[in-house]
DNA sequence: ATGGCCGCGCGTCGCGGA
């Protein structure tokens, strides 16, 4: 009954945030419940800055896809939980896509990969940082739903391919009102609009699952609040932060949290890392 | 009370974020 451990994170500057990042890998090892695999976004760098070596010591082989000043999305991989033949940074990560196939994209928003580890068949990895939308009249609304519309499809595709497929990532959707803190003051707003929902609704139709509602969660559960207006403390939030699965995976699904306590410390991250555990 | 906070860049304010 040995377990995996995926997790997301929108680290919001990967520079500002590789403290934090090492410091709750650190603390999730010491109880016990370490991370396999880290889908992590907003990177605001490009890859010639990123900290491969820093997370090569912490034990994690990197796939970076950066950029300057916005968006940027990476895999990590634990090594030790890698099957023997992948236990190297050239087969770690196999079948890389970066970005949305006939897609074309100035943005970094999107990293896909297979990743085979021990005693389990290999899983295929989604990990995006999907557009935020600004407001629906605005050309990032017209662009979010160009590039939702764009990534449904590959993901019908992938689907066919891949009987175990992981989409993670900060989805900037809310799906439903019971994942907006004051859905009134929202109508009409993007994250919540109908049509980034039926968005949703799609992926679902496609065989995913919202694998955080597979379990009883605390009522007003949310992955992200907004720095201003004491939105944590008051946990003015929202759900936007998600871990979709395939029915292979849905099966094998044991529990999936948002683990608040890095949003407590010292210039923390917006969002909260969510983890999803399944048997392997 | 419609703001308030962050991170970034050739920067000392404007933009993007959600």
């Excluded at 175990?164 to 009409?188: C, S, T, Y």
């Amino acid at each position: 009954m040995s377990m995996i451990r995926v997790a997301t994170w929108n680290v919001n500057s990967l520079k500002v945030r590789l403290p934090h990042l090492l410091q709750w890998l650190k603390l999730c090892d010491e109880n016990q419940q370490s991370i396999d695999i880290i889908g992590l976004q907003e990177l605001k760098i490009t890859d010639d800055k990123f900290p491969t070596k820093e997370l090569e010591q912490a034990g994690f082989y990197s796939l970076p896809l950066g950029q300057k000043t916005y968006n940027g999305v990476a895999l990590l991989v634990r090594k030790s939980s890698l099957a023997q033949l992948h236990q190297d940074p050239e087969t770690a990560f196999l079948q890389v896509q970066k970005n949305i196939p006939n897609f074309i994209d100035e943005q970094q928003r999107l990293i896909v990969s297979t990743i085979h580890l021990k005693e389990t068949p290999p899983i295929r990895i989604i990990c995006g940082y999907f557009p935020n939308g600004q407001s629906p009249e605005s050309d990032k609304f017209a662009y979010k739903i160009r590039w939702l519309t764009a990534l449904k499809k590959y993901l019908a595709t992938q689907l066919q391919q891949y009987p175990r497929l992981l989409l993670m990532g900060d989805f900037n959707i809310a799906p439903e009102d019971q994942d907006v803190h004051d859905p009134k003051a929202w109508v009409g707003q993007n994250l919540v609009s109908p049509e980034e929902r039926a968005f949703f609704s799609q992926f679902q139709e496609l065989g995913l699952v919202d694998s955080f509602r597979l379990f009883d969660q605390e009522p007003k559960s949310f992955s992200w609040w907004d720095y201003r207006m004491m939105g944590f403390r008051r946990n003015a939030g929202m759900r936007i932060d998600h871990v979709m699965v395939s029915q292979e995976l849905k099966e094998r699904c044991t529990s999936c949290k948002v683990d608040k306590v890095p949003r407590k410390w010292e210039q923390p991250s917006d969002h909260a890392p969510v983890i999803l555990s399944f048997t392997k």
